[in-house]
């Protein structure tokens, strides 16, 4: 069964500091994996997009590995600001001659002053 | 960047009533667009895949007559809520897959949402 599992649930962490979520998937044939930033009442916003081929990509202080032997992500936020306060989900994409995308749960971020 | 833009923002309507949610790619062409239904603090659920010109398909346990889906165009879809009920309130999101970029490699651009209130 296709599944994206992420953790943790939620997470408070004070500004400044950095922080790592992680993202487990079981999707089979994987395409890539994507991970999104959703502000409350807002839509997602795409973060980094991973195909098979690639271990790591960044965007800023945004910082996304992938493990596809092991079918880990995980997204690393480097000195976290107030405004990464949000939820982060991760996205995995399967390959099944149609287009097919498996969303995970979502980790909700609180970075405090 | 790939803009797509929901009109409307927000809504509130009465019980019965239907709601027409516009979901616009501005910047590109869009073979397929996707629906989904977010409550809160759950992710996303798809609802609808979109596909310009011809019937959408909708996911187990959604009702196609109640929400109606149009994509008229490779840059407009549109989602009807017919008769809407309060336990139909939640955000409604839309996102759209560039057609330059299609298949499972193409990313999705996401509206920012349409919160809908059910009196």
């Known amino acids: 069964k296709n599944q994206v599992e992420q953790s943790p649930q939620s997470l408070i962490i004070l500004e400044g500091k950095n922080c790592t979520l992680q993202?487990?998937?079981?999707?089979?044939?994987?395409?890539?994996l994507r991970w999104y930033k959703q502000d409350t009442g807002r839509g997602p916003v795409s973060l980094t997009i991973?195909?098979?081929?690639?271990n790591t990509k960044s965007n800023g202080r945004y910082t996304a590995t992938l493990d596809a032997d092991t079918k880990q992500s995980s997204l690393h936020i480097t000195a976290s600001q107030l405004s990464d306060s949000a939820s982060y989900i991760c996205v995995v994409s399967v390959s099944t001659g149609g287009f097919k995308t498996i969303f995970g749960a979502g980790t909700r971020l609180f970075v405090k002053a | 960047g790939a803009v797509v833009s929901q009109h409307p923002s927000w809504v509130i309507c009465k019980s019965g009533t239907s709601v027409k949610i516009e979901c616009r790619s501005l910047?590109?062409?869009?073979?397929?667009m996707f629906w989904y239904r977010q409550f809160p603090k759950q992710s996303l659920m798809l609802m609808a895949t979109?596909?310009?010109?011809?019937?959408?398909?909708?996911e187990q346990g959604v009702e196609k007559d109640k929400f109606l889906i149009n994509h008229a165009s490779l840059t407009l879809s549109t989602l009807t809520v017919t008769s809407a009920h309060p336990e139909d309130s939640s955000f409604y999101i839309c996102?759209?897959?560039?057609?330059?970029?299609?298949?499972?490699?193409?990313?999705?651009?996401f509206g920012p949402g349409t919160r809908l209130t059910v009196l």
């Open positions: 910047d590109f062409q869009a073979t397929t």
């Open positions: 993202c487990n998937y079981t999707v089979s044939p994987f395409s890539n």
């Open positions: 996102s759209a897959k560039d057609v330059r970029t299609s298949g499972g490699a193409g990313e999705q651009f």
């Open positions: 979109s596909n310009e010109g011809s019937k959408a398909t909708y």
């Open positions: 991973m195909t098979f081929s690639e």
